[in-house]
């Protein structure tokens, strides 16, 4: 039997309606009558439920500009190019103190709220707020430290796997599985961020194997513009689908190009439901199924991966000290050693003076 869970009063999974997730991401240009006003609209445009992103600079990575830390080449999206990450993230990231209040308006709507946190931190915030689920981002789906972390809450869990080998993917599961998740959604991701999507990249074929070869709830996450391919996934078997919205297009912002406004969301979600009660069919062209792929598929998705989280030496450290909670941070980008190896790091000492912001390798410890 295909699984099901719940989230709040909503089933979600085999024989329930499609889960709609509204993305906010920065799309609130960090105005908060902005960030309400997409609540309004989410709920408005008939989505299930509204996400956030709970991270702050600080939380997600350095603030440095060493050559790691740069957004450069030509693969990278032109509104990032020539920032540090942390200059980045610093126009993109949600106010903390509006979360709630984004809660407390979604709950009058309501309309779901949840998030997706970036480190345990935000896990700790983020419980106080009560969210009933929890998203992990495709950048942080080897992230062992977060996935342990969000897992022990007990909540359902919502995965994204951009970027993610099938090893990645078995990798993420089980840590999410023994660390106390029983409710997991992994979604399909591609993460081109194209505003001119080529079908042969989107492979909607893996949402259903996804689906079989885990044993989780399948879904679609879309980081491509337009509603064609979401409404695609769902009439290839996504039970949840989660998609950018922002109010005006023309705003402009990081997610902007690949986000759509209200009445377009409107739109996708009544082509949704008119395909669940079989009063529309969706023609899938089968370049756009493709066959089960994990992992990037082209230079850009390729070049995004570095931004998964890493180790990195987050203070200046001395030949001899002991790598521990307050020089070892778990950050993006992926320069450093995967963060399965943290438990392993905590306790060693360093081989050598080790300069803040380098990413640690295995010759830096004793």
Same mark, same amino acid.
């Given at each position: ?103 407390? &308006? ?6 779901? &709220? ?29 992230? %062992? ?11 359902? $869990? ?31 991701? $591609? ?50 689908? !989660? ?16 986000? $759509? ?5 409107? !739109? ?20 756009? &199924? ?20 890493? &180790? %990195? ?24 050693? !995967? ?28």
């Amino acid at each position: 039997m295909e699984p099901q869970f719940t989230i709040g009063d909503r089933k979600i999974g085999a024989g329930a309606p499609c889960f709609v997730v509204a993305e906010i991401s920065g799309n609130h240009h960090q105005k908060f009558n902005e960030a309400a006003d997409l609540v309004r609209a989410a709920a408005a445009s008939g989505a299930d439920a509204v996400k956030l992103q709970t991270y702050t600079p600080d939380t997600i990575t350095l603030n440095s500009d060493r050559e790691w830390f740069r957004v450069g080449g030509e693969e990278s999206p032109d509104l990032w190019k020539g920032k540090t990450l942390y200059q980045l993230y610093q126009e993109a990231y949600t106010p903390w103190e509006w979360q709630p209040e984004l809660k407390k &308006l979604a709950d009058g709507l309501s309309i779901i &709220l949840f998030s997706t946190p970036f480190d345990e931190s935000a896990v700790d915030f983020l419980e106080k707020m009560h969210v009933p689920c929890y998203k992990i981002a495709s950048y942080e789906a080897t992230d %062992f430290v977060l996935l342990r972390r969000v897992a022990q809450t007990g909540k359902p $869990v919502i995965i994204s796997l951009g970027h993610a080998s099938e090893d990645d993917a078995s990798f993420a599961l089980k840590a999410l599985r023994d660390n106390g998740a029983k409710d997991i959604a992994a979604l399909h991701c $591609v993460t081109g961020y194209s505003d001119q999507p080529r079908l042969e990249d989107i492979n909607l074929r893996t949402i259903r194997d996804i689906s079989g070869r885990f044993n989780v709830v399948g879904g679609f996450s879309d980081n491509n513009a337009g509603i064609e391919i979401p409404v695609m996934a769902a009439a290839s078997g996504a039970f949840i689908i !989660e998609k950018h919205m922002i109010l005006n297009r023309e705003s402009g912002g990081p997610d902007a190009k690949f986000s $759509v406004e209200p009445q377009e969301f409107k !739109e996708m979600v009544a082509r949704i439901r008119a395909l669940e009660n079989g009063s529309r069919r969706e023609h899938v062209p089968e370049a756009a &199924l493709g066959k089960a792929h994990y992992g990037p598929n082209n230079a850009a998705e390729e070049y995004n991966k570095r931004w998964r989280r890493s &180790l %990195f030496v987050g203070k200046e450290m001395k030949k001899g000290d002991r790598f521990t909670q307050e020089n070892v941070r778990d950050v993006r980008p992926a320069f450093g050693l !995967e963060t399965k190896f943290y438990d392993e790091v905590m306790g060693k000492r360093a081989t050598r003076d080790i300069a803040a912001a380098t990413p640690l390798d295995w010759s830096m410890i004793g």
